[in-house]
């Protein structure tokens, strides 16, 4: 995946808003964990599989989660600063990858 040419968001993230995504993802860690000893302990695969897609579920939220705020606060901060193109282009590449 191509590197962004912005190291930082251009509005901060609250202390809130990082340690709410931080929990989100230490949830799926844990999921995934629970997974890796489902195989382990040679459970049914129709229940690892309901498992795999609850984590796909939450990936999937938490992406949206972080996609909304860069489209509020980069997109938005960028178009007012004129260079909107070239984070819609940024944006459109990233929603493809994500899309896959």
Known sequence: MKESTHQHPSTPRSKDEIQTTVNRLKRIEGQVRGIQKMVEDDRYCVD???QI???NAALKKVGH???ER???HCVSDAILSGE???A???LMEVMTQFSK
């Open 65 to 67: 989660s972080i996609t």
């Open 53 to 55: 897609s609850a984590i």
């Open 48 to 50: 690892i599989l309901v």
């Open 88 to 90: 819609i282009d940024e």
């Open 84 to 86: 909107g193109d070239e």
């Open 70 to 72: 860069h489209i509020k």
